[in-house]
């Protein structure tokens, strides 16, 4: 049994939503897929100084939740935040080059790929220890409310990252205070190889959040549109004071925990198969035609465009050069 | 020390509203040892926030409202609890400005009671500086009078640094003299506590007053100490003992941290590294012994340096 409520959309929904509002979820879930694939292919290519862990198979949850954000919101995210900051529009080229640890990158290469974030776009930082960013997310709500009310932070993290100290003390710390934070689940059901059912007391984790008096909302991660419907509800009462909310978004990654691990030992092909099947991208543009709400043409014109940006973007990664050695002492205290 | 402590919070929430308190009972009650009384009174249920026992909760907290824009200063109760919030300390408070090459700062204080006096044991006695004291990207400052703790904490209070505060237990009910009206004391520069031309004496926080204690009874002796307090531990005035030491030519250092791998190790290896010629014997240590502290007062007390020690110690290498 689930206490926390399913939020479904039907076709009306879309059509509601109108074609322009869709064509820029599909072009932000496009670029966010190409930008991964193509950091995958730099990692293989021995280009990513640390582990690349990529968001490939869950666009749908960053793009439906960013979108609902607006200047002075923030993100929090986590070790897989490549794609929050390109779904918070954060510009690639930067953020292809942060990856790579080059000079040109957000933090002159210092973060690398779990640390990527751009305050100026939103993405306030990632924090690569799981669940670690729960209790900051609900600090940052505290203060959002005294210093910019109506604002509010957006704070990713993993089904994993429900079962560590920092989830429980933070949820109820952001309960408390009521502080407007979206605590958004991106369940893809397994923390590196363990899978949620061998290490999780509970089938939904936005069932956890009664234990803190937080509603708890579950979609389909796979759906931008249910994720997007969902997030604007939320957001909207929390907007006027409603305190924060947990959105637990279904989901898979296709590839491993990180580009190096292939994910096999752990999980059967026809498993990962039939998840690729409910492509959160393909699941748009389908039904985008069907409903007649655009043309392959204009998703094509979409589609080169980013082309162009993603490649463009690793191009310039690649050719930044690393950091000179007289920056390892700057900025430490 | 409390009053002092408590003068400098209010001066500094009363200067800057985004200066916030928040911690264990620092509210309604004022802190266990009172020194946030008055507070919550004065600025509101806002600003002044008591917080379930969630050490991790509220200090990661604390970094979200920093990074946010507000001023937190935290309170720990015991500093054996800063365990309980190693992560959040440790892995982004100290690094998420240098990670991202200066762009975020993180303005937090963690006030935190340390040390012995209350009989309560291994877990509620501990001096952990030591183990922040290997972590880039903190400043860690503890006061040993009253007039230190009001300066130091208010400059730390304006840092934009991540700065661990180590009040000791047992001075906080000494008195001393404060100055009247506004001051600061400088992170990161050492207070010369007596001057003195045979040996210099470094004593960290609650070992302060021991080691002037010591050099009284030495001076009557015939043997002229220098007491350096370096107040601020990370980073290190290392230019007030080395040039100490090169004048004395002796060097003392006294921690009530456990003596293995402790800040005596680290100024040793330093003042050999950079004034080897000038010494004229081996640096001596005086430190708590490697054990966890019992509650028995018969064995408890043998964990604490006393000025005895300190002076067996000075006669060593004199």
């Known amino acids: 049994m689930s206490h926390a409520k399913w939020i479904r959309v039907s076709d009306e929904k879309f059509v509601e939503l109108g074609a322009g509002k869709l064509l820029s979820l599909y072009e932000t879930m496009y670029r966010m897929r190409r930008f991964e694939e193509e950091i995958a292919n730099l990692y293989r290519k021995g280009l990513v100084p640390s582990s690349a862990h990529v968001y490939i198979g869950q666009e749908a949850v960053g793009a439906g939740v960013c979108a609902n954000l607006e200047k002075g919101d923030y993100v929090l995210t986590t070790h897989r935040g490549h794609a929050h900051n390109v779904a918070m529009g954060v510009p690639l080229n930067r953020l292809a080059a942060e990856i790579l640890g080059k000079v040109d990158g957000l933090s002159r290469g210092r973060g690398g790929s779990m640390r990527v974030c751009d305050p100026e776009y939103g993405v306030l930082y990632a924090c690569p220890i799981v669940g670690s960013n729960i209790p900051i997310a609900a600090g940052v709500g505290l203060a959002l409310k005294r210093l910019r009310p109506g604002k509010v932070v957006a704070c990713f993290f993993g089904d994993g990252a429900s079962n560590i100290g920092d989830f429980h003390e933070g949820l109820n710390l952001a309960s408390i205070w009521k502080a407007p934070v979206l605590y958004v689940c991106e369940n893809n059901q397994y923390a590196l190889s363990v899978s949620i059912k061998r290490s999780t007391s509970v089938e939904n984790i936005a069932d956890r959040g009664c234990a803190y008096n937080v509603p708890g909302y579950i979609v389909d991660g796979n759906d931008v549109v249910a994720v997007y419907e969902a997030t604007r509800m939320i957001l909207q009462e929390m907007r006027r004071g409603a305190g924060p909310a947990i959105l637990e978004c279904k989901t898979y990654r296709w590839l491993g925990h990180h580009v190096g691990d292939p994910g096999t030992a752990y999980r059967t092909k026809e498993e990962v198969e039939e998840w690729k099947a409910k492509c959160p991208i393909k699941r748009l543009k389908t039904k985008l035609l069907e409903l007649g709400l655009a043309s392959e043409d204009e998703i094509r014109q979409i589609e080169e465009k980013v082309e162009e940006e993603v490649k463009e973007a690793m191009d310039f990664a690649v050719k930044s050069p690393y950091p000179p050695e007289d920056e390892l002492m700057l900025h430490i205290y | ?318």
Not at chain 2, 58 to 65: E, R
Not at chain 2, 99 to 110: H, S
């Open chain 2, 1 to 318: 020390m409390i009053e002092a402590l408590n003068e400098a919070l209010r001066e500094e929430m009363e200067r800057d509203e985004r200066v916030i308190v928040l911690g264990e009972d620092v509210g309604v009650l004022g802190g266990i040892y009172r020194v946030t009384k008055g507070l919550l009174e004065l600025f509101g249920p806002e600003r002044v926030i008591d917080t379930p026992i969630s050490e991790e909760g509220f200090v990661g907290a604390s970094i979200g409202a920093a990074l946010t824009g507000l001023r937190p200063v935290v309170e720990i109760m015991y500093a054996d609890f800063l365990a309980n919030c190693m992560n959040q300390i440790v892995n982004f408070a100290s690094k998420i400005h240098y990670m991202t090459a200066g762009r975020l700062k993180v303005p937090i204080v963690v006030r935190a009671m340390v040390g012995h006096g209350r009989g309560h044991g291994g877990d509620h006695s501990q001096v952990p500086m030591t183990w922040f004291l290997n972590i880039p990207g903190l400043k860690i400052v503890s006061p040993a009078t009253p007039k230190d703790a009001k300066g130091l904490l208010k400059s730390s209070i304006r840092d934009d640094a991540p700065v661990l505060f180590f009040e000791p237990y047992i001075l906080y009910r000494v008195k001393g003299p404060v100055p009247e009206g506004e001051y600061t004391i400088p992170l990161g520069k050492a207070d010369t506590k007596r001057k003195g031309d045979d040996i210099t004496i470094v004593a960290i926080s609650a070992m302060v007053p021991r080691a002037l204690e010591a050099a009284e009874k030495l001076s009557q002796e015939g043997i002229e100490a220098e007491v350096i307090d370096p107040m601020t531990i990370s980073p290190m005035d290392w230019d007030a003992i080395i040039s100490s030491v090169k004048r004395t030519n002796r060097l003392v250092v006294v921690e009530y941290s456990p003596k293995s791998w402790g800040v005596g190790a680290e100024i040793a290896a330093r003042v050999m590294e950079e004034a080897f010629d000038y010494l004229d014997a081996p640096v001596a240590r005086v430190a708590a012994p490697d054990v966890p502290i019992p509650v028995s007062p018969a064995l408890g007390k043998l964990t604490v340096p006393t000025a005895e020690d300190v002076i067996k110690a000075v006669k060593s290498i004199v």
